[in-house]
């Protein structure tokens, strides 16, 4: 699964990295190193201006929850449970099923934290977790597949602007080699030549779009357990942890 991860960069990078159209953020986010379920997210999307519109579908940076409420959802908790999505069943999955074929987005991350059961125990007796920070090796930024869904308030009237809920979920699969042994899932990647097919709304979802990370494109190291905290943040999080200090 994916239930943490970091996003420093700026609105501005963003924009530049992935090519952006239209900025529709209301206010740039401020960097975040111990993203969790229910906050507030960058994700890039794809929208056409109508739908007869002869215009292509612009590129947009949006800022999103990260937690998918379906649009027939009639509790928007619902998107506690949804924040991530499985590559082998959402095409299938009623929650998940509608947006793939036309609503999905890039999430950018700088990367993304796994918990691994050490040897070692707490006094109630349970396998002491240590994080692992993973990030691409290259230093660039994570681009990971994402859904989206736009739900409408009924509490809310007509000429509210807050009517609309727009979320988000990560889509995951089986850790390659190198990483199944901190977590046997991780977050889906979509590759640089593949954002254009990805994002398009008139392209429907082509799992053949989705792969794996390439073996030794991603590092993983060891965090401080600050970052179980979802309190927490600042960039020490994200600080490769002493040899010395690593839970065994």
């Avoid at 002869?54 to 928007?76: E, G, H, M, N």
């Avoid at 739900?151 to 807050?162: G, H, L, Q």
Wanted: glycine share 6%; hydrophobic share 35%; with cysteine.
């Amino acid at each position: 699964m994916c239930g943490r991860y970091a996003s420093s960069r700026s609105s501005d990078d963003l924009i530049e990295e992935f090519e952006v159209i239209e900025d529709r953020t209301p206010a740039p986010l401020a960097a975040d190193y111990n993203v969790a379920p229910t906050k507030e997210v960058y994700a890039v999307v794809e929208r056409s201006p109508g739908k007869y519109s002869p215009v292509p579908p612009q590129r947009q940076l949006r800022v999103l929850t990260w937690c998918l409420v379906p649009s027939w959802a009639k509790d928007p908790s619902i998107g506690n449970r949804m924040i991530n999505a499985r590559m082998e069943t959402v095409a299938e999955k009623p929650a998940f099923k509608r947006a793939f074929a036309v609503r999905r987005c890039l999430l950018p991350a700088d990367g993304y934290f796994e918990w691994y059961p050490t040897s070692l125990t707490n006094a109630k007796g349970k396998p002491v977790k240590q994080p692992y920070f993973i990030r691409p090796a290259d230093g660039g930024v994570l681009a990971m597949a994402g859904l989206y869904e736009i739900w409408r308030d009924p509490t809310r009237s007509e000429d509210d602007s807050e009517r609309f809920r727009w979320s988000c979920t990560v889509l995951t699969t089986q850790a390659e080699d190198s990483l199944g042994h901190i977590h046997d899932r991780m977050p889906l990647m979509v590759e640089r030549d593949r954002w254009r097919e990805w994002l398009d709304p008139r392209v429907g979802g082509e799992l053949s779009l989705l792969v794996p990370a390439a073996p030794g494109s991603l590092e993983a190291y060891p965090v401080a357990s600050l970052v179980s905290n979802v309190r927490n943040n600042g960039p020490e999080l994200v600080e490769p942890l002493p040899l010395e200090e690593v839970s065994s």
